[in-house]
């Protein structure tokens, strides 16, 4: 059997970074509270939790460049909420976000773990963010814890 090694879960003394988008608040609120929730169930104290807020998607990488480069936290999370529309706006936005996090992670040290939800409508981010299709902020805190603990055994 070969040897399987993956993160744990314990957060405990771990310092997370949040870089939130204000656009489309009602859903990035139902996220952010989601992602919060998580790492606090899994031991991070608050007082190691420091949310930004940005105008919207588009300046989530700019911000988690800064903050990664900085190297002031285990990990970041990125949360937001692409949602088409009638243009094709939204499959520009949704594509350089998703490059410019990734883009990010590759070159750095700090874990980043994307929570921008890219959605066709607003009922499918609202199912994404606490409904039937659970919450994605959870999700990519736990992803975040994860990795922490993941490249420290690398």
């Given at each position: 059997?070969?040897?399987?090694v993956?993160?744990?879960?314990?957060a405990?003394?771990?310092?997370f970074?949040i870089?939130?988008?204000?656009?489309?608040?009602?859903?990035t609120d139902?996220?952010?509270?989601?992602?919060?929730?998580?790492?606090?169930?899994n031991?991070?104290?608050e007082k190691n939790?420091?949310?930004?807020?940005?105008?919207?998607?588009?300046?989530?990488?700019l911000l988690?460049?800064?903050l990664?480069?900085a190297?002031?936290?285990?990990a970041?999370?990125?949360?937001?909420a692409?949602?088409?529309g009638g243009?094709?706006?939204?499959?520009?936005?949704?594509?350089?976000?998703?490059?410019?996090?990734?883009?990010?992670?590759?070159?750095?040290?700090?874990p980043?773990s994307?929570?921008?939800?890219?959605?066709e409508?607003?009922e499918?981010a609202?199912?994404r963010?606490?409904?039937?299709?659970g919450?994605?902020?959870?999700?990519a805190?736990?992803?975040?814890?994860?990795?922490?603990?993941?490249?420290?055994?690398?």
């Amino acid at each position: 059997m070969p040897n399987i090694v993956e993160g744990s879960l314990t957060a405990q003394g771990l310092k997370f970074g949040i870089v939130v988008s204000r656009f489309n608040h009602f859903i990035t609120d139902k996220l952010l509270e989601g992602a919060l929730d998580a790492l606090y169930r899994n031991g991070v104290e608050e007082k190691n939790v420091e949310v930004y807020k940005v105008p919207g998607s588009f300046e989530i990488p700019l911000l988690a460049k800064r903050l990664a480069d900085a190297g002031n936290y285990d990990a970041l999370i990125c949360l937001g909420a692409i949602i088409r529309g009638g243009t094709i706006h939204y499959d520009h936005i949704a594509a350089e976000v998703t490059k410019g996090i990734a883009v990010i992670n590759l070159e750095g040290k700090t874990p980043i773990s994307l929570g921008v939800i890219t959605s066709e409508d607003i009922e499918q981010a609202i199912e994404r963010a606490g409904t039937k299709m659970g919450n994605k902020g959870w999700d990519a805190a736990l992803a975040a814890i994860e990795m922490v603990n993941l490249l420290k055994k690398v």
